[in-house]
């Protein structure tokens, strides 16, 4: 496991006596045998109440996961060979189905795993000769977790392509600010750069000022928050015409950049710095899909088809004596609402008077959340 720490003050005090330190701390601890396990095979419940919500998603012990039910009976090895047809469905949310489960307090055999290969192991027996059977196959995302996060639009009529379309690695890093632990793999660390990427990252990055080409936002005082982004997505493809400087929230959003996570530190971070810079409040729902955290995509496309007026992105919050007690994701100010992803954030709000809600909270009561605006 790494766990980032932010070194920002250092920075800036290194920057004054030359160029930006180019060094990302990470501290290393033991990863204990259970996450190993949780990556791979998965790990068994006895009770899905084993299970944690984080904000809707499902959680265990700080890291994202989903839940299958690896027992197929008898229909096994059809779900083997046809898993469309006759594979159960797996999970990524506290969806109705999971709520009706827990109610009845059902018990099959669940297993929860951060794999995002989308395959998985499932057994059973031959109907014929009750023999075990057991394989793995590509099970399909249940369509209720869809509708319950709004991902990618998809409780709009005729939006099907949010489920035909449906990827792991994208649905993880769209969350992946959610969860105190990121998963391993990270943009950057697969195979395919050139050996002399990080002297071409260093000097593009000092070339451009160590400004976003996108958003505009200068981190010269946070470098590795800027990241070198290739056009055609050929890592080894170094030509300046092939590279932009983008924050890496703007990166994260590219197309085809699914394995990028990005902490919910580093995203406040460039909003706040977004804001310290004098950017101006989004004219419209595309720009706050732009600035704000992928995690609230379904919330933003549900504000916008509801015609609610466009909030600011990333509003710190302070108090008397000007000292910042938390951030909003999303907020409007004349009616003191917002939307928190981190408790903390909820907490120091409602402390000054705000009415904060969590993303699938608002979700789930988004025609109180209506009213108040």
Same mark, same amino acid.
């Given at each position: 496991m790494k766990l980032s720490?932010d070194f920002s003050?250092l920075?800036?005090?290194?920057k004054?006596?030359g160029?930006p330190i180019e060094?990302d701390?990470?501290?290393d601890?033991?990863?204990?045998?259970?996450?190993?396990k949780? $990556?791979?095979?998965?790990?068994e419940?006895?009770?899905i109440?084993?299970l944690?919500s984080?904000d809707g998603?499902?959680?265990?012990?700080g890291?994202?996961?989903?839940?299958y039910?690896q027992?197929? $009976?008898?229909?096994?090895q059809?779900?083997?060979v046809?898993?469309d047809?006759?594979g159960?469905?797996?999970?990524?949310a506290e969806?109705?189905t999971?709520?009706k489960?827990?109610n009845?307090? #059902?018990?099959?055999?669940?297993?929860?795993?951060n794999?995002?290969s989308g395959e998985f192991?499932?057994s $059973?027996?031959?109907?014929?000769?009750?023999h075990p059977?057991?394989g793995?196959?590509?099970?399909?995302?249940c369509?209720n977790?869809l509708?319950?996060?709004n991902?990618?639009g998809?409780?709009?009529?005729?939006?099907?392509?949010?489920?035909?379309n449906?990827?792991?690695d994208?649905?993880?890093?769209?969350?992946s600010?959610?969860f105190t632990h990121?998963?391993?793999r990270?943009m950057g660390?697969?195979d395919?750069?050139?050996?002399?990427?990080?002297?071409?990252?260093?000097?593009?990055?000092?070339?451009?000022?160590y400004?976003c080409e996108?958003c505009?936002?200068?981190?010269?005082?946070?470098p590795?928050?800027?990241?070198?982004?290739?056009?055609?997505?050929v890592?080894?493809d170094?030509?300046?015409?092939?590279l932009?400087?983008?924050?890496?929230?703007c990166h994260s959003?590219?197309?085809?950049h699914?394995?990028?996570y990005v902490?919910h530190a580093?995203?406040?971070t460039?909003?706040?710095l977004?804001?310290e810079?004098?950017?101006?409040k989004p004219?419209?729902?595309?720009?706050?899909i732009?600035?704000?955290?992928s995690g609230l #995509?379904g919330f933003?496309e549900?504000?916008?088809?509801?015609c609610?007026?466009?909030?600011e992105?990333g509003l710190?919050l302070?108090?008397d004596?000007?000292e910042?007690?938390?951030m909003?994701?999303?907020?409007w100010?004349?009616?003191?609402?917002?939307?928190?992803i981190?408790?903390?954030?909820k907490?120091?709000a409602e402390?000054?008077?705000w009415?904060v809600?969590?993303v699938h909270e608002?979700l789930?009561?988004f025609?109180?959340?209506m009213?108040?605006?």
């Amino acid at each position: 496991m790494k766990l980032s720490v932010d070194f920002s003050a250092l920075f800036a005090s290194a920057k004054k006596m030359g160029d930006p330190i180019e060094n990302d701390f990470v501290l290393d601890t033991p990863r204990e045998p259970w996450e190993d396990k949780l $990556g791979s095979e998965g790990i068994e419940l006895e009770d899905i109440n084993e299970l944690e919500s984080m904000d809707g998603l499902l959680s265990y012990r700080g890291r994202q996961v989903l839940l299958y039910i690896q027992d197929h $009976g008898s229909r096994v090895q059809e779900a083997l060979v046809a898993p469309d047809e006759a594979g159960k469905k797996y999970h990524i949310a506290e969806c109705r189905t999971l709520h009706k489960m827990r109610n009845e307090g #059902r018990f099959e055999r669940y297993v929860i795993t951060n794999d995002i290969s989308g395959e998985f192991e499932i057994s $059973g027996h031959d109907y014929m000769t009750g023999h075990p059977v057991e394989g793995r196959t590509r099970l399909r995302i249940c369509k209720n977790c869809l509708t319950y996060l709004n991902y990618q639009g998809y409780s709009k009529p005729g939006n099907y392509s949010a489920f035909n379309n449906f990827d792991l690695d994208e649905f993880f890093q769209t969350y992946s600010s959610f969860f105190t632990h990121l998963p391993q793999r990270k943009m950057g660390e697969a195979d395919g750069y050139t050996a002399d990427w990080p002297e071409i990252s260093r000097a593009f990055r000092q070339e451009k000022a160590y400004t976003c080409e996108k958003c505009g936002i200068l981190l010269s005082d946070h470098p590795r928050l800027l990241h070198v982004h290739h056009v055609n997505g050929v890592k080894s493809d170094n030509r300046k015409s092939n590279l932009r400087a983008f924050c890496a929230d703007c990166h994260s959003k590219e197309a085809f950049h699914k394995s990028m996570y990005v902490s919910h530190a580093d995203r406040q971070t460039i909003s706040r710095l977004r804001h310290e810079q004098q950017f101006q409040k989004p004219d419209n729902w595309q720009e706050v899909i732009s600035l704000a955290d992928s995690g609230l #995509r379904g919330f933003i496309e549900r504000c916008r088809s509801g015609c609610l007026p466009v909030p600011e992105v990333g509003l710190d919050l302070q108090d008397d004596k000007e000292e910042v007690k938390g951030m909003l994701e999303l907020a409007w100010p004349l009616q003191r609402l917002g939307i928190a992803i981190d408790e903390r954030d909820k907490l120091h709000a409602e402390r000054l008077g705000w009415k904060v809600f969590k993303v699938h909270e608002a979700l789930d009561n988004f025609t109180t959340f209506m009213t108040r605006l």
